[in-house]
């Protein structure tokens, strides 16, 4: 699943190619599931909605995209599992899991006319218009915690003291802080030491300290190399990430640990799993909830 900085290569690269154009024309080869249009636009359909809007700015909020448009409406987007935008030619042949494509008015600077294409194998991903006044009334927008990249030492301190619960699916959960999965919390755990099932309340300032400053610098490189791709992530040319010559545990299950060679193994924790070292990543057992 596209995780914090998978998401916002893709919004990155909304704001170079799309950002600023009006949609002209919207093809819907979706299931119903996939696209949800408010109640508030009455009987119109996703494709009337969005036709002659401007995109006016492209953000990101934990693993969500956050299109607007004018007129004070929202294109909110989930990647979910596999979902993907592609930036391409307009007479490129539309693959079957080209679900949704977007004609946008050409300038006389488009030599070759593009469009957009929201591509998704297993359809899971969601494309939902809201008016702007109703969007962060929604549970999943409402209830998200804070950005990892924007909480401070202290507050992410205070966070964790504050909950008793494992740290891997504290992590992992979108309302305790938005846009880690299940790649970057294995590898924070790892650069930290701490094991996956260590509850919070017991883990001390130092090392929650060191894990605030391991997240941020694991996600501002994996930003900086465009994500990582372990499965079908690409960027909006097509282009996969860069960050996963760079996992330490992440899918090294049985693998030697680089640093002290104990063999990484893998774990159901919660309800995913986990990658971890044994020997680095300890645990004291009166610090596990069975
Ligand atoms: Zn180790």
């Known amino acids: 699943?596209?995780?914090?900085?998978?998401?916002?290569?893709?919004?990155?690269?909304?704001?170079?190619?799309?950002?600023?154009?009006?949609?002209?024309?919207?093809?819907?080869?979706?299931?119903?599931?996939?696209?949800?249009?408010?109640?508030?636009?009455?009987?119109?359909?996703?494709?009337?909605?969005?036709?002659?809007?401007?995109i006016i700015q492209v953000d990101r909020r934990g693993k969500n995209i956050l299109i607007a448009l004018n007129g004070d409406i929202t294109l909110w987007v989930h990647l979910k599992m596999t979902g993907r935008f592609v930036h391409i030619e307009y007479n490129h042949p539309v693959n079957k899991h080209d679900l949704v494509i977007f004609d946008f008015k050409s300038t006389c600077t488009n030599r070759i006319r593009y469009h957009l294409r929201f591509n998704?194998?297993?359809?899971?991903?969601?494309?939902?218009?809201?008016?702007?006044?109703?969007?962060?009334?929604?549970?999943?927008?409402?209830?998200?915690?804070?950005?990892?990249?924007?909480?401070?030492?202290?507050?992410?301190?205070?966070?964790?003291?504050?909950?008793?619960?494992?740290?891997?699916?504290?992590?992992?959960?979108?309302?305790?802080?938005?846009?880690?999965?299940?790649?970057y919390t294995d590898e924070a755990l790892y650069a930290a030491r701490i094991h996956p099932r260590k509850i919070t309340s017991t883990i001390s300032r130092k090392k929650l300290y060191e894990l605030h400053g391991h997240i941020q610098r694991l996600l501002r490189k994996a930003i900086r190399l465009m994500g990582t791709t372990v499965d079908s992530f690409s960027d909006l040319d097509g282009r996969a990430g860069r960050f996963q010559k760079y996992l330490l545990v992440y899918g090294r299950e049985g693998m030697p640990c680089t640093r002290c060679g104990t063999t990484i193994i893998r774990k159901k924790i919660g309800s995913r799993s986990a990658h971890f070292c044994p020997r680095c990543q300890r645990l004291r057992s009166r610090n596990t909830i069975h």
């Open 1 to 54: 699943m596209p995780e914090l900085p998978e998401v916002e290569t893709i919004v990155r690269g909304l704001r170079k190619t799309v950002a600023g154009k009006t949609i002209t024309k919207v093809h819907v080869n979706a299931p119903h599931s996939l696209i949800q249009v408010s109640d508030s636009f009455g009987s119109k359909s996703f494709a009337d909605v969005l036709q002659k809007r401007r």
């Open 120 to 183: 998704d194998y297993r359809r899971f991903g969601r494309l939902r218009l809201f008016h702007n006044d109703e969007l962060w009334l929604q549970k999943a927008l409402a209830n998200l915690g804070p950005e990892p990249l924007e909480i401070s030492r202290d507050e992410f301190i205070s966070l964790c003291r504050g909950r008793t619960r494992m740290i891997k699916p504290a992590l992992l959960d979108q309302t305790f802080l938005a846009g880690l999965g299940n790649i």
